[in-house]
Structures are given as structure tokens and as C-alpha cells.
């Protein structure tokens, strides 16, 4: 009896380190980000860029899936290029979850990195046209030259951040023009608003570590509020 106690008590162990490993790897590769620019590229290619198609047809268009497949492996290769160069900064500004996200190790992270950066291109270069293709390697160089050279500490290092998260729908964009053009421009309002945000969002993000515990938790608060009003302003693309 006792030992099969010791063996449920095993299994239980490794199941829990599986599920936290793999939290961590979420965590790393900035799942929520990935999810974010997915919704708000589907819903520019249904409601703005391709409107006269039929959405399933949308979902089952080989270019539309090879865009979507590349921006998400580019956004999670640099968000885990971005985690191991900033692992002495993080350490100290968000202790809590960079020592969850320790048990992806280093060399492990890397090498998956460079794996998705491989699988973007492959997806990319296999499927869509040369140009946009090339979009996507200069998007994906961009995306590693942000944390390599340490863009995200200067003065214009929100900036920065703010078109690269809004860079792959201009590429979404362009590989739909001429179709897209209607849509892209009575887009324009609200695409300004939401880079202004995200602009103020990535800003007051740097700032918040600089502050005090106390005042840190309005900076924390403001964070829910600018994410909130991203949201909102993707779910408004049905109604532009």
C-alpha cells in the first residue's frame, strides 16, 4: 500500500512540474500578446480588409493562415529572445514572474526561439508572395534587434514597441491591397487612438518600475484600464 502511495505522489509531482513548465512557457512567449494581435487581425480581415468574402472561406484562405501562423511564431520567438536578454532587469522590476518563468531554461528558450523564427519563415516564404514575405524577415529582424540592442530601455523605446505590435497588421494590410484599401482607411480613426494607447500604456509601463510600492499600484491599475480600452477598440473594428 505504501508504495503505491509513493508512486501516485510521483506521478502527481511530474504532472505538476509539466504544468507549471508549461505556465512558464506561456508565460515567456507572451501568449496574451499573441491572442491580441490574432483577434485584431481577424477581425480587420473579416469586417475591414476582405468584407465581400465569406468568413469561412477567410479561415480556409492559405494566405490568411500563413500570416496568421507567421506573426504568431515571430511574436513568441522575440518575446523569448526579449525575456533572456532583460533576465537581469526583470529579476529586479518583476521578481514574481521572472522566477516563475525560470524553469524554461536559458539555452532551452534560445533554441526555441530561433526554431520559431525558422518556422515563421518557412510559413512565410513557402506560402506568401516574395514581398510580403521579405515584410516579414525585416518584421522578424526588427522584433530581435528590439531586445539585442536594448531599444526597450531608451527614451524611444515605447515608441518602438507600439510599431512593432501594430506591425503585422499593416503587413496583413498590404498583403490584401488592393481589396484592403477601403477598409485600411476608415480604419485610420481608430487606429490612431489605439496607438496613442498603446504608445501611453508601453510608457507609463517603464515608469511604474521607478516609482515607489505605493504609487506603483495606480501605474498597475492604469495598465487594466489602457488594456481594457484595447480590447474595446478591437471588438470596434465590426462596427467601422
Known amino acids: 500500500m505504501p508504495w503505491k502511495l509513493s508512486l501516485g505522489f510521483k506521478k502527481m509531482r511530474k504532472s505538476s512540474k509539466i504544468l507549471f513548465r508549461l505556465t512558464a512557457f506561456l508565460s515567456l512567449v507572451r501568449w496574451t500578446h499573441i491572442l491580441f494581435i490574432f483577434s485584431a487581425q481577424t477581425m480587420s480581415q473579416v469586417f475591414l480588409f476582405t468584407p465581400r468574402q465569406d468568413i469561412y472561406d477567410i479561415f480556409?484562405?492559405?494566405h490568411f493562415f500563413a500570416i496568421v501562423l507567421t506573426t504568431g511564431f515571430l511574436v513568441a520567438g522575440g518575446s523569448l529572445l526579449n525575456s533572456f536578454y532583460d533576465l537581469e532587469k526583470d529579476i529586479t522590476q518583476r521578481p514574481f514572474r521572472t522566477i516563475m518563468e525560470r524553469p524554461v531554461?536559458?539555452?532551452?528558450?534560445?533554441r526555441l526561439a530561433i526554431w520559431f523564427y525558422v518556422f515563421a519563415m518557412l510559413s512565410s516564404w513557402m506560402n506568401l508572395k516574395l514581398i510580403t514575405s521579405?515584410?516579414?524577415s525585416i518584421y522578424g529582424l526588427l522584433l530581435w534587434l528590439y531586445s539585442h540592442k536594448s531599444w526597450n530601455t531608451n527614451i524611444l523605446g515605447p515608441l518602438i514597441a507600439t510599431l512593432l505590435a501594430y506591425t503585422p497588421l499593416l503587413i496583413l494590410a498590404f498583403a490584401s491591397f488592393p481589396?484592403?484599401?477601403e477598409?485600411?482607411?476608415?480604419?485610420?480613426?481608430?487606429?490612431i487612438v489605439m496607438i496613442f494607447l498603446e504608445w501611453r500604456r508601453q510608457t507609463e509601463r517603464i515608469q511604474m518600475y521607478r516609482?515607489?510600492?505605493g504609487e506603483r499600484k495606480i501605474f498597475v491599475r492604469r495598465q487594466w484600464v489602457y488594456k481594457s480600452?484595447?480590447?474595446v477598440g478591437v471588438l470596434c473594428i465590426a462596427f467601422i
Open 60 to 62: 480556409l484562405d492559405r
Open 179 to 181: 481589396e484592403s484599401k
Open 183 to 191: 477598409g485600411f482607411i476608415r480604419s485610420l480613426p481608430i487606429a
Open 134 to 136: 521579405v515584410f516579414f
Open 229 to 231: 480600452l484595447l480590447l
Open 211 to 213: 516609482v515607489t510600492q
Open 105 to 110: 531554461a536559458r539555452k532551452y528558450g534560445i
